[in-house]
């Protein structure tokens, strides 16, 4: 999948791998590197496994 996808409103789409080892698609900002998206990916699963 290409880095360089953009959506409405200066967003991309990133497939990123959350720490399960499952795989995704999340939306972030136009230019958010790879690992600042991975990075994300992890808060946002760490999150929702907590409660």
Known sequence: MSDDLT????TAMRE???????????LVRAGT??????AMAARVWAEMTEG
């Not at 959506?7 to 200066?10: A, E, I, R, S, T």
């Open 7 to 10: 959506g409405p409103l200066g």
């Open 16 to 26: 990123v791998t959350f720490p399960d080892r499952s795989r995704g698609i999340i």
């Open 33 to 38: 590197p790879q690992a600042e998206a991975e």
